[in-house]
């Protein structure tokens, strides 16, 4: 769902023409004009169909947090196709923004343009800030785009709690379809057919798109992973052939009646080879199936008929197709280059965490080798601020109710809570650090001169997420937070937020991962009357955080309305090697939590002042952050994060006193190394320890013992032979203490 909003002085739009044959019937044809409104155009797409509930209810908070704001006198719901490339059927779409209109007139004076009209009009924007947003929303974003062969992890977890014994009407998709769509719709149908050919009892479902992927519906047959690859080639013989696609006049299987009663006018049967169809999109083959050069069956899974657990359950086959073997090759090359970056498989292989059934999901255990990267980046991020006036504190890992309630998270937090029952006390597992840094600084008596007061603790904090959303180090129940709290004079805030960016900038120059973000700088909207803490104070805050983001260079863009209640804060987006942004480090000014925990510190006439507090995390979480650095690398850790630095492999049993003796020299500089002494092949324990990624590899053999010298190969397969020892340690160490990336 994609919407933009508009608060306008008036709008006036006219239909003028029907855009599509289905166009709504019955509507107002004259001019309509409608004052003090806020305009929400809206385009429904594919992937909302199937949630409509769910997305029906966020498109009424986006409307009402935009209207809480504005507070318009209007809305209008303007039916708007451009906002998306891939639009919901016609059919669907109506409804929902029918179903949108009924919902928001509960609360609202609500105006709906008509629906599958082109449409005149004039709107006049209020110009505000706050006077246009876009938002985007709904259901089937974050799903993977490939999945593995299980159905339940094909489903998301939306569509699994609301599915219902309902069936699902077929509706016909007019949306002009792309070469690449129409060749995967074409590949879809030739694997059906291929089936049919080997299976004589099989008949296929529906084909189509789910979630970006291409799949094909089978049933009659049971069809196994080994069989695959002999459909796989059987289709591709079919459309070498050149095999046909015939229009024919109606279909004769049991599910493709089915599809063209829910189609009616729209339905069209197709037929390939044995195979028949009723496609539900409009012209969705290509014209000669020779134009299909290469094909591959990704998976397995399975889907209800009509998508309605009490219906048949069918197989359903992911696959892509392709003009040439050269463009499957990439896309396979493209796609094992994400899967061998997961953080979960490398994670695996080098043993840095372990996922355990007995301890629980999202609740990962850190592995030794693990536990050093994460040691490196703690004890990077402690000298990072500990000339700056950082003092270290610790905090446990549960508090008494009594703490959340008091600073608002009991509320906030509601059922994401763990709760202990303790013999006479009540407890939570601690969702926030915030809370007990509050008291740390409440207990000592403060003065102007010592403000101010800066504490640093990566502590780990529980939230009971939904374990379907759990995965790997990137989303768990316990979360390791860098957490800082900084408590200051309104007057000392320029100043702090201008050390954090700094830190900021350091951590993320030093991990290479400085090339690629932005910064998002949250202020308050129009309205500001739903914000905590006065308007100097706010004001002061604001400019303080947006003078250290152009003092720094940062690439910022000032976002009004996204503030928290409690303050303005900066998120920085960072970009990882696969293009995806995560939100890591954060600033957030805070009004709120002092006033409550009714903190103070005494100023220079000796009165008591309520400091401002400054919440801050560079990693934001470990776990998250380990995640995101493993993939980024692929593995392949630059020398001070390595868990293995260097692995020292012998050619003979001759050679392993040496090869111990200069483990020892290594080890006694700080450097992490491994020997292997196991009786294998020196080819083989070369190929093993650049399977494990370590950064160098010294081979001893005779040679090197009677010269006294080191043979390296690095990770990136460079050789130098005859090494001294002590040059290699001191080139070892400089990588190191420089942090080379
Ligand atoms: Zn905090």
Same mark, same amino acid.
């Given at each position: 769902m994609k919407i933009l909003a508009v608060h306008a002085d008036y709008i006036e739009y006219q239909a003028t023409k029907k855009a599509l044959k289905s166009a709504e019937a019955n509507i107002k044809e004259e001019m309509e004009r409608v004052e003090e409104c806020l305009v929400i155009f809206t385009s429904v797409e594919k992937r909302d169909e199937g949630h409509r509930e769910i997305v029906l209810?966020?498109?009424?908070?986006?409307?009402?947090?935009?209207?809480?704001?504005?507070?318009?006198?209007?809305?209008?719901?303007?039916?708007?196709?451009?906002?998306?490339?891939?639009?919901?059927?016609?059919?669907?779409?109506?409804?929902?923004?029918?179903?949108?209109?009924?919902?928001?007139?509960?609360?609202?004076?609500?105006?709906?343009?008509?629906?599958?009209?082109?449409?005149?009009?004039?709107?006049?924007?209020?110009?505000?800030?706050?006077?246009?947003?876009?938002?985007?929303?709904?259901?089937?974003?974050?799903?993977?785009?490939?999945?593995?062969?299980?159905?339940?992890? /094909? @489903?998301?977890?939306?569509?699994? *709690? #609301?599915?219902? =014994?309902?069936?699902?009407?077929?509706?016909?998709?007019?949306k002009d379809l792309s070469v690449e769509e129409k060749i995967n719709?074409?590949?879809?149908?030739?694997?059906?057919?291929?089936?049919?050919?080997?299976f004589v009892e099989a008949k296929i479902g529906s084909i189509g798109f789910y979630h970006n992927q291409t799949y094909v519906d089978i049933t009659g047959v049971k069809i196994k992973s080994d069989d695959l690859e002999r459909i796989q080639k059987h289709a591709l013989k079919l459309a070498q052939k050149g095999t046909s696609i015939e229009k024919v006049v109606a279909p004769t299987h049991e599910l493709q009646k089915q599809i063209a009663?829910?189609?009616?006018?729209?339905?069209?049967?197709?037929?390939?080879?044995?195979?028949?169809?009723?496609?539900?999109?409009?012209?969705?083959?290509?014209? /000669? @199936?020779?134009?299909?050069?290469? *094909? #591959?069956?990704? =998976?397995?899974?399975?889907?209800y008929w009509k998508n309605n657990a009490s219906n048949l359950q069918l197989i359903r086959i992911n696959l892509v197709g392709f003009r040439t073997q050269e463009e499957l090759e990439k896309f396979q090359k493209e796609k094992e280059d994400q899967e061998n970056r997961s953080h979960i498989k490398i994670g695996k292989e080098q043993g840095l965490f372990i996922i355990s059934e007995l301890v629980g999901p999202g609740l990962p255990l850190i592995a030794p080798k693990g536990m050093i990267i994460r040691n490196e980046i703690t004890s990077y991020l402690w000298s990072l601020h500990k000339d700056k006036g950082y003092q270290q504190v610790w905090t446990p890992h549960i508090a008494k109710t009594e703490l959340y309630k008091t600073s608002g998270h009991w509320d906030k937090f509601g059922d994401e809570l763990f709760k202990v029952k303790g013999k006479t006390d009540d407890f939570v597992m601690k969702p926030m650090n915030c809370p007990h840094h509050m008291q740390i600084f409440d207990a000592f008596n403060h003065s102007y001169r010592d403000m101010p007061i800066r504490f640093f603790e990566p502590a780990t904090i529980y939230r009971d997420e939904k374990s379907g959303q759990l995965t790997g180090l990137s989303r768990v129940r316990a979360i390791t937070q860098d957490d800082g709290h900084l408590f200051?004079?309104?007057?000392?805030?320029?100043?702090?937020?201008?050390?954090?960016?700094?830190?900021?900038?350091?951590?993320?120059?030093?991990?290479?991962?400085?090339?690629?973000?932005?910064?998002?700088?949250?202020?308050?909207?129009?309205?500001?009357?739903?914000?905590?803490?006065?308007?100097?104070a706010w004001n002061l805050a604001e400019t303080s955080l947006e003078e250290a983001a152009i003092e720094n260079k940062l690439p910022y863009k000032r976002i009004p309305g996204e503030a928290a209640f409690y303050g303005p804060k900066l998120d920085f987006m960072f970009k990882d090697a696969l293009g995806r942004e995560w939100q890591l480090a954060t600033i957030q000014c805070d009004f709120n939590l002092p006033e409550r925990f009714n903190l103070s510190y005494m100023n220079?006439?000796?009165?008591?002042?309520?400091?401002?507090?400054?919440?801050?995390?560079?990693?934001?979480?470990?776990?998250?952050?380990?995640?995101?650095?493993?993939?980024?690398?692929?593995?392949?850790?630059?020398?001070?994060?390595?868990?293995v630095q260097v692995k020292i492999v012998t050619v003979t049993d001759r050679n392993v006193p040496f090869a111990r003796d200069l483990k020892d020299a290594l080890q006694k500089h700080g450097i992490r190394v491994e020997v292997n002494e196991d009786q294998e092949t020196i080819g083989k324990k070369v190929r093993d320890a650049q399977m494990e990624k370590v950064n160098y590899i010294v081979t001893i053999g005779d040679k090197e013992m009677e010269k006294n010298c080191l043979a390296i190969r690095t990770r990136a397969g460079d050789v130098k032979f005859e090494v001294n020892i002590a040059d290699f340690i001191k080139d070892l160490r400089t990588e190191i203490d420089t942090k080379k990336n």
């Open positions: 209810e966020q498109y009424q908070q986006e409307v009402d947090k935009v209207a809480d704001q504005v507070k318009p006198k209007n809305i209008v719901v303007y039916p708007y196709a451009h906002l998306s490339s891939s639009l919901a059927s016609p059919q669907y779409a109506e409804e929902f923004l029918k179903a949108a209109e009924k919902k928001l007139s509960v609360k609202y004076n609500v105006y709906r343009a008509p629906f599958g009209w082109y449409k005149a009009f004039t709107i006049k924007s209020k110009g505000h800030p706050l006077s246009e947003l876009s938002r985007e929303f709904g259901q089937g974003e974050n799903i993977p785009s490939v999945n593995k062969a299980s159905p339940a992890e /094909n @489903t998301p977890a939306s569509t699994n *709690l #609301k599915r219902e =014994s309902k069936d699902e009407l077929f509706e016909i998709n007019n719709l074409t590949a879809a149908l030739l694997t059906g057919a291929a089936i049919q050919e080997l009663q829910d189609l009616k006018k729209d339905a069209y049967t197709y037929q390939l080879s044995k195979v028949e169809c009723v496609p539900t999109y409009a012209n969705p083959f290509i014209a /000669n @199936t020779k134009e299909i050069g290469a *094909l #591959k069956l990704l =998976s397995l899974s399975s889907a200051c004079r309104t007057s000392q805030i320029k100043q702090e937020v201008k050390t954090i960016v700094g830190i900021i900038h350091e951590f993320y120059a030093t991990l290479g991962m400085d090339k690629d973000y932005w910064v998002s700088l949250s202020v308050r909207g129009d309205d500001k009357s739903k914000y905590l803490g006065e308007d100097a220079e006439e000796g009165k008591k002042e309520r400091p401002v507090v400054i919440h801050r995390a560079i990693s934001g979480s470990l776990e998250r952050f380990l995640s995101i650095l493993i993939e980024h690398h692929a593995g392949k850790f630059p020398l001070w994060l390595s868990p």
